[in-house]
């Protein structure tokens, strides 16, 4: 959670200008994301999220997030919508960055999710595939295979700081996952970060997805499997079955899963967990002390990763085979 | 600007319960106010502020500021209006803090006001000192006289560190601001700290008074100089002498100044303008390099009180005698 960069007022009503927004009545840097200065504005017609994209995002990118957003709304799906300037152009530059109009979505996330939600997010997952589809721009996953290997060459001589042994045992992961990654299995647009703080309820009631950010192409399972690590887990490490089951249900109720897709599955969780594993390793090593994010422990996706390694069935997830 | 807690939404479900706020629809912290955790609400009844007092607050000034809200805003002051609970509390607790629901104030602060928008602060002001008459509670004016001379007794050995010779600059300031701070002036409720990001306007028109947590019981031409310091120096430190006219033809449009109040005015301004540079300097010289404050710098203040230092008549402020 952060806000990078102060608007002032003027610059804002004269970016404005070029939006079909209302009248500004107020703006506020929201704590939301991490990669970005989030405000909320409220305006005689409807309250707004405004996007200041910093560094960390690359703008040649954001074509295909804002157009995706696009896409995926016009396809039935509750997620926020950037608004077209006057001009046609999704994107425009406030001080000195490329900036977005969003629509703001009501609802909160939650921070103690239930099985009955897991269904819900199941389904909102499948829909987002099925939505996905047609959608003309591609940018592929940074963060698979090659973006994992890359990870670990930067953090491997230390990894045995955060417990010994890991060096080697996070090799073999890789070893095993590089040799029997699956390849042919129906791919698409994937979210790729659909942890609870991006799907937003009203009551128990999906009411959206949000941040696409990390929205990319990729095996459309894998992105069940992100799911499952997110949202399946319990606070002391434990699979949630239940959860597991009703995710799984939710997902197929929609868009059911191949065959092939669900023997994958061990494979692909286990890659997920691994994904996020390395990236949390990687921040652990170098964010300095004191600084103003918050470090995720990177230790709680290795037990996960321990999790889907001894996996002997798909079945152990919930499913009904 | 800080969020310092977040807050599960069950918790903050719960919360609400005991009040008549409506339905809750999303909730967002917002980087606003370094002292307290703020969140914007919206209700299916309006947009709500909530505030979670953090331990820099003082919990037993708490009726205070927020009985004082409730008083400004009964005497037709546009400031934020704390909701009661349905037992009638102003305060309750959420998350192990003091919380308390207040209503949502639309407007923006001015990064660059202008003569007419002090000579709107200058009235807002004096509405301010006329609605606070008949508030029962008192809450004493810690940063005044005692206060400056405690924090300089702990900034005063490292004072050189930010100019040479500010040592005895300083120590003299305090001696003649001891000597002949006026006595007798008309005193009451003051907000002190009215900056420009604390006053907000639709247009060019002021919407309200915001953040009371430094108000207290004081002079009232005390006030008025805060404002003068806050409000009526270029960015290149030079006085603007069209815009304090207007902040005081504005202010005693509403309540006209008594003669002693006029003349006292050079000394209070030199008391307010250290004020300032007191604080500021005790931050800059005890934040550590890194923190997620930004340190403001201590030399506008001297350079404000040093051009205090100098002025031979209150009408170098842009007054008509």
């Known amino acids: 959670m952060a806000v990078y960069t102060d608007i002032a007022e003027d610059e804002l009503k004269w970016f404005l200008t070029e939006y079909d927004a209302g009248q500004l009545l107020s703006y506020k840097g929201i704590a939301e994301g991490v990669e970005n200065s989030n405000f909320l504005l409220h305006t005689s017609k409807a309250p707004l999220i405004l996007t200041l994209y910093e560094k960390r995002v690359e703008k040649s990118d954001l074509p295909f997030f804002l157009g995706l957003m696009q896409h995926l709304s016009a396809g039935g799906l509750s997620c926020p919508l950037p608004l077209p300037r006057k001009d046609g152009a999704l994107l425009g530059t406030l001080s000195g960055r490329p900036a977005a109009l969003i629509s703001f979505l009501e609802g909160m996330w939650l921070r103690k999710p239930e099985a009955k939600h897991c269904r819900e997010v199941g389904k909102a997952l499948a829909q987002m595939h099925v939505a996905g589809e047609g959608f003309a721009l591609k940018r592929p996953n940074a963060l698979s295979?090659?973006?994992?290997?890359?990870?670990?060459?930067?953090?491997?001589?230390?990894?045995?700081?955060?417990?010994?042994?890991?060096?080697?045992?996070i090799r073999s992961d890789l070893n095993f996952l590089?040799?029997?990654?699956?390849?042919?299995?129906?791919?698409?647009?994937?979210?790729?970060?659909?942890?609870?703080?991006?799907?937003?309820?009203?009551?128990?009631?999906?009411?959206?997805?949000?941040?696409?950010?990390?929205?990319c192409n990729d095996l459309l399972a894998y992105d069940v499997s992100i799911c499952l690590n997110a949202w399946c887990f319990e606070k002391d490490g434990a699979y949630n079955i239940t959860k597991g089951m009703q995710m799984l249900e939710g997902?197929?109720?929609?868009?059911?899963?191949?065959?092939?897709?669900?023997?994958?599955?061990?494979?692909?969780?286990?890659?997920?967990?691994?994904?996020?594993?390395?990236?949390?390793?990687?921040?652990?090593?170098?964010?300095?002390?004191?600084?103003?994010?918050?470090?995720?422990?990177?230790?709680?996706?290795?037990?996960?990763?321990?999790?889907?390694?001894?996996i002997s069935s798909p079945a152990e997830y919930g499913l009904s085979l």
């Open 178 to 215: 590089q040799a029997s990654w699956p390849k042919d299995l129906p791919d698409g647009i994937i979210h790729a970060d659909l942890f609870p703080d991006n799907v937003f309820f009203l009551g128990d009631e999906l009411s959206g997805l949000i941040d696409f950010y990390f929205a």
């Open 145 to 169: 295979l090659k973006g994992w290997q890359t990870l670990w060459d930067k953090s491997e001589s230390r990894a045995d700081e955060v417990e010994p042994g890991l060096q080697n045992e």
């Open 251 to 310: 997902y197929q109720s929609v868009r059911p899963l191949r065959d092939e897709e669900i023997a994958a599955l061990p494979t692909l969780s286990r890659g997920s967990a691994l994904r996020f594993f390395l990236t949390r390793l990687y921040d652990w090593l170098t964010t300095p002390e004191g600084a103003m994010v918050t470090k995720k422990d990177p230790l709680e996706y290795l037990r996960k990763l321990r999790f889907h390694r001894q």
